[in-house]
């Protein structure tokens, strides 16, 4: 088909169209994140010359180099420190940060403590895997219970932690957790994190079927994707002290914390 015959997709002026096609697995759930984030951006009305996204190492890292606005890649767990400097230097700038379970919260876990505790304006998205993707599919922060990695092939015998737990106990203004199969509700609560004034996380369960889900014997994504739309239960409002993750137990999705 010639140039003629195509229609323009309404998201490629927010894309860097010259870079696709992207590195990600087939069946990975970072697409649909990118998605949702880009969807939300156009609900949200900002001036996209004040936003900037930031990101650290990992899958989901690389979704930075794929949007059409000022950018950051930085190095691997540094991604809020970046983006704070961003924040305090012009705070006008609308400052997010999209990268994953490992970078934000295993070696980037004490800058999300205290970016939330000093409540600084910041959006947030962590996109939990259960594992470290890009770089082998070793153990991972997230990692449920007994679930196996190809660093823990008896199981993990670590607890792993309550990302939006962790969020709220150290002063998040808004916490909210969806998986990358509630499309619509992810993209609602982008958009309200986007606008909220203050710390926001929105923790997006996605699958990785080309590590976690052959680990753990979760087929492709398609049928991780089956799993968690079977599996999730909607409780907003609850304590986010009651949202721990189990292996291949329910998922606790919703809006927990939205201080006014």
């Known amino acids: 088909m010639g140039e003629v015959g195509l229609k323009k997709h309404p998201l490629d002026d927010y894309l860097r169209v010259e870079r696709v096609p992207h590195i990600w697995c087939p069946g990975c759930g970072l697409g649909l994140m990118v998605n949702c984030f880009l969807r939300a951006l156009v609900k949200s009305r900002l001036d996209l010359d004040k936003v900037v996204v930031v990101s650290g190492i990992g899958c989901t890292g690389r979704g930075a180099g794929y949007i059409n606005l000022d950018s950051f890649h930085t190095t691997h767990g540094r991604a809020i420190p970046f983006a704070t400097g961003l924040k305090v230097a012009n ?3 609308t400052v ?3 990268s994953g379970d490992g970078d934000l919260v295993a070696i980037g876990g004490n800058h999300l403590i205290h970016a939330a505790r000093r409540s600084i304006d910041l959006t947030v998205l962590c996109v939990n895997n259960f594992i470290y993707g890009m770089t082998g599919g070793q153990l991972g922060p997230t990692t449920p219970l007994t679930a196996r990695t190809t660093t823990s092939l008896r199981g993990n015998s670590d607890e792993p932690l309550n990302v ?11 916490v909210a957790r969806w ?5 619509r509700r992810l993209e609602k609560a982008v958009t309200e994190a986007l606008l909220k004034k203050g710390f926001s996380l929105v923790e997006i369960i996605s699958p990785c079927p080309t590590y976690y889900g052959r680990m753990n014997k979760q087929g492709t994504g398609l049928e991780q994707m089956k799993y968690y739309r079977d599996n999730s239960v909607i409780k907003s409002g609850l304590d986010p002290k009651q949202v721990a993750i189990e292996f291949n137990g329910q998922i606790i999705v919703g809006k927990f914390i939205d201080l006014g």
């Not at 939006?164 to 808004?174: F, I, M, Q, V, W």
């Not at 998986?179 to 499309?183: G, S």
């Open 91 to 93: 705070p006008e700038l």
């Open 164 to 174: 939006p737990y962790l969020a709220a106990a150290s002063g998040a203004a808004y």
């Open 179 to 183: 998986t990358t199969a509630h499309v």
């Open 96 to 98: 997010v940060v999209i």
